[in-house]
């Protein structure tokens, strides 16, 4: 797992395998579903996004690095 910061303040982190976009959205249940297909999920609340992509990346928009690191925790365990 890897992450770095990328354009704007979000920030991407990168798996070396393909991961399960269900399980990692399902950490998320407070978030509302924008967009859903086989490939991908777009997760959204208020200003905060998350995209996940079945090929093992996950970006985060508008989240502070402290809130990532939390994430990442929690992800760790999935």
């Known amino acids: 797992m ?3 910061e990328i354009c704007g303040g979000a ?3 990168k798996f070396d ?3 399960e976009i269900e399980k990692i959205a399902n ?3 407070d978030y ?3 967009i859903k297909n086989e490939d991908s999920i777009k997760l959204s609340k208020k200003e905060k996004e998350i995209l996940i992509f079945k090929y093992g990346e996950i970006l985060f928009y ?3 690095k402290d809130e990532i690191f939390e994430i990442l ?3 760790k365990n999935v």
Request: glycine share 0%.
């Open 17 to 19: 395998k393909e991961i």
């Open 27 to 29: 950490l998320f249940k």
């Open 73 to 75: 925790e929690i992800i």
């Open 62 to 64: 508008n989240f502070k």
């Open 32 to 34: 509302k579903i924008v």
């Open 11 to 13: 920030f991407s982190l």
């Open 2 to 4: 890897k992450l770095r």
